[in-house]
């Protein structure tokens, strides 16, 4: 009998854990994959130089940009790299991410220009919440 509720007990918790990396992964694969499309779009679109220089950055800040957000999207969904790498990059995009949804807003952008960047910090922390759920579980 006891052996039986062991099992049903660690069936629940594999459940969980599969829960927790799907939630960790899909998370993870809209923040890489919109930083990947940005990373495209800081190097092909003339628009995004224009929207950069209407902000008040400097071009070289935009290359510098694009080449950050596409070494913090490599590291996120590489799995063999470290967790202390993860973490910085998840800290340069929140960093990011709030800086982005302030110049909006001085800049007198529309709403959605300053509420996008707070939703993707909002995915960004959820998975990183789930980034340690499953390293904690695995």
Known sequence: MESKYIYICSKQINIF?????????ITTAIIGLMMFFSVFAYFTDPQVAAGFKHLGFAD?????????????????????????VKEW??????????????????????SSAVVTPLVLLVILIVSNIYLHKTKVTA
């Open 17 to 25: 854990m599969k829960k927790d990396k799907i939630i960790y992964w």
């Open 60 to 84: 070289y800040f935009r290359v510098e940009l694009g080449i950050a957000k596409a070494l913090g999207a490599f590291a996120l969904l590489i799995p063999q790299v470290p967790l202390r």
């Open 89 to 110: 990059a998840y800290a340069g995009f929140g960093i990011t991410f709030i800086s982005a949804s302030i110049a909006h807003f001085q800049s007198g952008d529309a």
